[in-house]
């Protein structure tokens, strides 16, 4: 009778657990598997203990090690990540201390900077002022779940930093919010095109209505899939998806490999103007730098032509991530960000565009020391997509083009989706974005300059590759 009633009781305390797992918004592992994902937690909390005896260091993972990720999951949950005895990494670039630091109160805030211009040819009615150095990089509603989408869009607006829609043109997920709204463009011309693929000015028109929308991003490419377009398996267009992108439901949504109207580069300022000159609104492009003579010939032409300059243009590394793509493209084609910045910043110099044109890198910079030295580098925005991820709660399970992502944020089955909760994760989404903004800032400051505008090539050099993969280009010294 004892053992039964011990085993009772055992029986009930997991059924309580099971239903208190199943209604508790916090953690989506638990959620969507209860009692089981206890395990995760507890192998992730006794790993910090059990060094000694681990065969991989914490270092040693890919695409993003366990000191990166740890680092994002305890700023989203806004605990301390002041760390003690002494640095487990093992750095590639170090930043030059300033012998006398900025003190409290000669700290200055960023206080932003303007895209696009008012007047002269390549203006716009309605220049855009970014006041968040860290912002939120193209992901579709499609490659991301719904409430993956809805959580963003709610912690950029408390964040204040802007929310690029990716390719996948713009659902009502992305507004929910009320965050600034960068509307991508794709190969594709999702959200954008007629019938026949074309772009339609009507819609575009709509779009620009809409007073979150910022501004527009033409694609050229990703980092992690350049010459290819965007790649949707058949199993996450659903009606919805399908309706927004104006493609058929259940099929896979695949891009063309590049615009089919923009094959050089007098026809790619001929579209920027197009659309500016439509919406009202600063255009930028996306692109990943392969010849850097590229830069030069674009941006004589940007000279040239004014009228044909974009008010910006994103950098992507070629160590960008992407839902699906062919494995030669991720990892063997485009320049890494730490090449291709410092040749699009010298471009820019050389061509005499600093004040025209605004950069923004991207491409694994996800921690407050990568953010700083895109913008020691010359950037004057930085971009994340999978940083925001990890603040939604992805654990890196390298299952996004599946749609069985265990964490909801890019699945496809509502079942897994119901475990994300838009309201926690919108929270953890600002406290990321803060954090990062907070700690670029303090370096800043021992480097002795009072905001982040203030960083320059000397303030950052290199040292040996480390083991984390990361290498930083030329400072400039």
């Not at 990540?81 to 012998?99: H, K």
């Not at 007629?194 to 009507?202: M, T």
Request: aromatic share 8%; glycine share 12%.
């Amino acid at each position: 009778m004892i053992a039964l009633s011990i085993i009772a009781v055992l029986l009930l305390g997991l059924v309580g657990l099971y239903i208190h797992d199943r209604m508790q918004t916090t953690h989506t592992i638990l959620r969507n598997y209860p009692i089981l994902g206890y395990f995760r937690y507890f192998a992730e909390t006794m790993g910090e203990y059990m060094r000694q005896y681990q065969y991989l260091p914490d270092w040693a993972e890919r695409p993003f090690n366990r000191l990166e990720r740890a680092w994002v999951y305890r700023s989203a949950k806004g605990v301390s990540n002041l760390t003690s005895f002494g640095s487990e990494n093992v750095p590639s670039f170090v930043f030059r201390n300033a012998a006398f630091p900025v003190l409290e109160e000669e700290k200055k805030p960023f206080l932003g900077k303007r895209i696009g211009i008012e007047e002269g040819p390549g203006a716009c009615l309605h220049p855009y002022f970014a006041t968040s150095l860290f912002n939120i990089s193209g992901m579709s509603y499609g490659a991301l779940s719904h409430a993956a989408v809805s959580a963003l869009s709610r912690g950029a607006k408390h964040a204040g930093i802007w929310m690029a829609t990716g390719e996948g043109g713009l659902s009502p997920y992305h507004l929910e919010g009320g965050c600034d709204i960068v509307m991508q463009m794709g190969t594709a011309k999702y959200g954008v095109r007629d019938e026949h693929g074309n772009l339609s000015e009507g819609r575009l028109r709509e779009i620009a209505a809409y007073d979150q929308v910022r501004m527009f991003e033409v694609k050229l490419a990703q980092g992690a899939k350049p010459g290819k377009g965007g790649i949707l398996p058949g199993i996450k267009v659903t009606a919805e998806i399908a309706a927004i992108r104006g493609i058929p439901v259940g099929q896979d949504s695949i891009s063309p490999n590049r615009h089919l109207d923009i094959g050089n580069i007098r026809e790619l300022g001929a579209f920027v103007d197009r659309v500016r000159t439509i919406g009202g609104k600063p255009v930028g492009v996306k692109f990943v730098v392969g010849d850097p003579a590229f830069l030069d010939d674009w941006f004589t032409d940007c000279v040239a032509h004014p009228e044909h300059c974009p008010d910006y243009i994103q950098v992507d590394g070629g160590e960008g991530g992407t839902g699906a793509a062919p494995a030669a493209l991720i990892d063997y084609v485009g320049l890494p960000i730490t090449e291709a910045l410092r040749h699009v910043v010298a471009a820019r110099e050389r061509h005499g565009l600093k004040d025209r044109i605004r950069i923004v890198a991207s491409a694994k910079l996800i921690t407050p020391d990568k953010v700083a030295w895109a913008l020691c580098m010359g950037a004057d925005f930085v971009s994340s997509a999978r940083g925001f991820m990890f603040s939604l709660g992805c654990i890196q399970a390298m299952k996004c083009g599946s749609g069985m992502c265990p964490t909801g944020v890019t699945s496809s089955k509502e079942r897994l989706i119901a475990g994300l909760d838009p309201t926690d994760k919108a929270a953890r989404v600002a406290r990321y974005a803060i954090r990062v903004r907070e700690e670029v800032e303090v370096i800043a400051h021992a480097c002795g300059v009072a905001d982040p505008t203030g960083f320059l090539p000397r303030h950052v050099t290199n040292i040996e590759r480390g083991v984390g993969g990361f290498r930083a280009a030329q400072s400039g010294d």
